[in-house]
């Protein structure tokens, strides 16, 4: 029996989580069944090097899909996407053509060529539901929920001595830092003398901020990269905060499955979203403040609660292998590409 030929696409395969999540279905996809490509439809970056080491092709600026679908006898065409109308980012249909899934990343609505896909996957319930509330659902088209998946392979295993730190990681992306992350320094430094803050892909805007706040000493600031491993290793406490809130939060899922408890803020208001409160359940797997004064106290509550902090740790992980594990939730996605082969035209 001939296998599914497969192509993931994105932009470009820089540092981002919605790159990453590309990667990681791509390496755990079944090979005997599934032959995998990869395609940085602008360009390049971090994760190509990545992908080809695993021995996913990887095919980079080619604007033309449909051509190099054509070429490549693709069978599914997943195309990973803010969701918006994007020129040449999904390809045409044909009679025998591709079946088309997007991974909607911000629930928003292609008004041109939407018609063009069969699936529309969602990051997180609370994005889905968005969608579905703001643009209704259309007959034929399947609409499904497929959380970011975390590869625990990665993930350091083992109890650590605590040492009284806390920190997060991003790409550098203002949109990606709220304050707090930084406001809320000065408050936990003095009310926990021996705390320590260690900061991944600060911006410069953060960087700015920490030196004229007089942060520099306290915190060690860290260039982003693709191995995130020997970071996670070394807290004890993720805090997060985004401007524009999550429709998932990959890091956040990758903390929890480090058994890491996680500080986020909630950021329901305007057209924010706030899947970072669906994926960080408040006094189970860490704290979710509604307010930003509330962010320090729960920082300095984790650092000073060792029985709550290794609860909340514990409970972060259970939840993290049921629910973001990379094995479980590439499973679910061959048996949707297995449904679309069998029913769409």
Not at 137 to 163: C, H, T, W
Request: hydrophobic fraction near 35%; glycine fraction near 8%.
């Amino acid at each position: 029996m001939s296998k599914i030929r497969v192509l993931h696409v994105t932009n470009q395969l820089e540092l981002g989580g919605t790159e990453k999540t590309l990667q990681i279905f791509c390496q755990y996809l079944d090979k005997t069944r599934f032959e995998v490509f990869a395609c940085g439809r602008i360009g390049g970056g971090v994760r190509a090097a990545a992908l080809e080491r695993s021995g996913i092709p990887v095919l980079i600026g080619q604007p033309d899909l449909t051509q190099l679908i054509r070429e490549y006898k693709i069978d599914i065409c997943h195309v990973h996407r803010a969701g918006t109308y994007e020129p040449g980012s999904l390809p045409e249909r044909y009679r025998g053509g591709p079946r088309v899934v997007e991974t909607n990343v911000f629930h928003a609505l292609d008004e041109q060529e939407g018609d063009r896909i069969d699936c529309h996957c969602f990051v997180s319930e609370s994005s889905k539901a968005t969608y579905l509330r703001r643009y209704g659902a259309q007959i034929g088209k399947r609409y499904e929920v497929l959380y970011n998946p975390v590869d625990f392979s990665e993930m350091s295993s083992g109890d650590k001595p605590f040492s009284f730190t806390i920190g997060r990681c991003s790409r550098p992306d203002d949109q990606k830092w709220h304050d707090v992350c930084v406001t809320s320094l000065p408050k936990i430094f003095r009310t926990v003398p021996e705390s320590r803050c260690l900061i991944q892909g600060a911006t410069e805007r953060v960087k700015h901020k920490l030196a004229g706040m007089s942060l520099n000493s306290r915190v060690e600031l860290l260039a982003p990269s693709v191995h995130v491993q020997d970071f996670y290793r070394r807290l004890d406490i993720f805090i997060h905060g985004s401007r524009i809130g999550e429709t998932f939060g990959c890091v956040i899922a990758e903390a929890m499955a480090n058994g890491i408890p996680v500080v986020t803020l909630s950021t329901p208001q305007r057209k924010k979203a706030n899947a970072q409160a669906e994926l960080v359940e408040h006094n189970v797997t860490g704290f979710v403040c509604r307010w930003q004064w509330q962010y320090a106290g729960a920082v300095i509550e984790l650092l000073q609660n060792d029985a709550l902090r290794t609860s909340f740790g514990r409970r972060s992980y259970e939840k993290a292998r049921e629910q973001f594990d990379a094995s479980r939730l590439t499973k679910r996605l061959e048996h949707l590409y297995l449904d679309l082969m069998d029913t769409c035209p």
